[in-house]
């Protein structure tokens, strides 16, 4: 994985935390390694509406807002009220801050490929090299025999300060900082590894991003800013209603009420509606916005396709928005495709009490749960 956010440990740490800052919650994963087994310590959340402000991070002319006392202030009370002692602590690097490229490299030795990587990165980097740290992985080739592509992130030394000074004020011994992307594909793409070119899709509050992994390797991922957050707006603007009942009504209905051995066009014109606030019909107002996701999606893999000649074959949902009834149906409908919802805790030894609360709740955790996974690689 990426080599200069990594920090290696003289001796494998017991336990390890992994912090996932997202835009309107912040989730903390806590996981013990007990010989080979991987066991769930805690966990916990706290939203935006705990701190009256609208989000926890904005992205903007290539600058991370975030209001890092609040931020390391909510760390601090997850931690507390969740009784959790471990300091050692990855975060997360969001996706829509993170400079995504590739490239392919003649054949060269192993020494050569990090100054070739500086010089072929500088068109793809909308910012000077020197205001952002580099990182890269071989995503195909072998070096000194085969030509090699490349998979390249860049992330401003802003955005790196920013979490160094969360964690500082969070009480926390920082050890890495990952994109998102990776933490997701950890914790979400476990055992078809050597078996399909997966799509992983995370829609977040703020944002979406589309990833394409093959041999449990990422080979591309784009992040575009159509996400939950807008969902609910639409809804508020079209039944005159404010937010908070419109994220109401997006969890309660979604896109329908009940399936059938679902199809495209039973999915858009022949399934029963739910219906509120006035006979208004939330999943026509809906599906503009969701049918504008899955385009994003299908550019990704038709662009994949054309490059590699390969096509994505099983799609894996992650994220807040998953929850919402009908997503994963209209999706598999429309792509034409296998389509399953993150499981990250599996695997992870825990009371049994917990697991569907654990299977409920886990395509939002997915970030954090590959985070605090990557302390014990």
Known sequence: MFESFRKLFKIRPKEFLGVDIGTSFLRVVEIERKGQVHQLKNY??????????KSFRVFQKNTLTLSNKQVGNAIRAICKEAGIQTKEVNFSIPDFCSFFTSFELPIMGKDEISQAVQYHVRPYIPLPLAEVTLDWLIAEGNPSKTPLKILVVAIPNDVINQYKDIADLASLKLKILEPEVFALARSSVKNEKAEKIIGLVDIG???????????????????????????????????????NEAEEMKRRYGLLSEFKKPSL?????????????????????????VDSILEEIKKVFRGFYRREGKETEKIILSGG??????????????????VVVAEPFLGIAC??????????????????????LKGFE
């Open 321 to 338: 928005l998953i929850s919402m009834p009908g997503l994963k149906e209209y999706f598999s409908a429309e792509l034409k495709k296998e």
């Open 205 to 243: 509050a703020r944002s979406t991003t589309c990833s394409i992994l093959e041999k449990g390797i990422v080979k591309t991922s784009y992040s575009f800013n159509i996400a939950g957050n807008q969902l609910a707006e639409i809804i508020a603007n079209s039944l005159n209603i404010n937010y």
């Open 351 to 372: 009371p049994s009490i917990l697991s569907g609360v654990l299977k409920k709740m886990g395509p939002s955790y997915a970030i954090a749960v590959g985070l605090a």
């Open 44 to 53: 916990g959340e706290i939203g935006t509406s705990v701190f009256d402000q």
């Open 265 to 289: 066009s039973e999915l858009k014109k022949s399934l029963p509606q739910p219906v509120d606030n006035g006979g208004q019909n939330i999943r026509k107002v809906l599906v503009p916005s």
